[in-house]
């Protein structure tokens, strides 16, 4: 069952900072005017770089749209569905793309080559929200996006295959929104 629960849930100690930073990131849609300094655009790509990968096979690449004209243009590809309107007010957007990941023979002989990929680059896109949130940016995680647009956009080959667009910013809003989330008791099973 689905329920509106605090950002931490107050069974949990809270005093953790990194549980505090579990409870406030969030996905932020209404970005500031403020800009975001390169150099913080850049820790959380560094989140991104080091998180962890099956085989440490580190299937991702990362572009880092910053630049006012840039994101001026990169915006409407991710709006391309008659969504994420916020994202013309995002002061940059990160993409991270797939690449070939090189498994160990071991895992490459019973697993298909990509299986752990997707899993990978969703750890990436985490550490990036995580690394932004911590420096009091608004992140939101972009799957839906007009890919051939963005391709064409960026002048990538066919098979450059962006996987999220980040959206980032500072937010206008830095309330904490009660998160909606499945139950404990439904999720989780103890032995
Ligand atoms: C893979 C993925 C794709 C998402 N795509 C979109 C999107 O296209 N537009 C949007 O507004 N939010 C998008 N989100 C954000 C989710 O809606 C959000 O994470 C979820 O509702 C939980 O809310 P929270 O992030 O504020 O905790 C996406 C999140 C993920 C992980």
């Not at 749209?65 to 008659?82: D, H, I, K, L």
């Not at 990941?101 to 990929?117: E, H, I, N, R, T």
């Amino acid at each position: 069952m689905q329920t509106t629960v605090p950002a931490v849930m107050p069974a949990i100690d809270q005093t953790s900072p990194f549980m505090e930073l579990c409870g406030q990131r969030q996905s932020c849609r209404s970005f500031s005017d403020q800009p975001v300094s390169h150099e913080t655009l850049l820790r959380v790509v560094e989140a991104a770089r080091l998180a962890p990968s099956a085989c440490n096979s580190q299937p991702w690449r990362f572009i880092l749209v910053e630049s006012p004209e840039m994101v001026e243009r990169v915006a409407p590809c991710g709006q391309a569905m008659g969504i994420n309107g916020f994202l013309k007010d995002a002061k940059a957007i990160l993409l991270i793309l797939e690449t070939p990941a090189k498994l160990m023979p071991m895992a490459a002989s019973v697993l298909d080559g990509q299986y752990f990929a997707k899993g990978d680059l969703g750890g990436a896109a985490l550490a990036a929200c995580f690394a932004a949130t911590e420096q009091g940016l608004g992140s939101c995680v972009i799957g839906l996006f007009d890919r051939p647009k963005i391709r064409g956009l960026l002048d990538l080959p066919p098979e450059a295959n962006i996987a999220y667009f980040i959206a980032l910013g500072y937010p206008k809003n830095i309330a904490v929104r009660a998160k909606s989330r499945k139950g404990l008791d439904d999720l989780l099973m103890t032995v």
